[in-house]
């Protein structure tokens, strides 16, 4: 499979980095981020009090509308 120089940048980050990182760049770009639910037609942000949070092993975005 070949893949553009582009995504093998972001595949190098994915691989590169530590979820504390990741969840740095989750803070870094969370006022470019918005969640669109289609079945009520509601967007959300990321909430500012209580931004991203790692819940185990996964990402916890918190939302607002």
Do not use: R
């Amino acid at each position: 499979m070949h893949y553009t120089e582009e995504f093998k940048k972001v595949m190098e980050f994915y691989l590169d980095t530590t979820p504390k990182q990741k969840l740095m760049f989750i803070d870094l770009i969370s006022d470019k981020l918005t969640f669109f639910d289609t079945t009520e037609n509601i967007c959300y942000d990321i909430d500012e009090e209580a931004g991203a949070n790692m819940n185990g092993i996964f990402y916890q975005i918190n939302i607002k509308q």
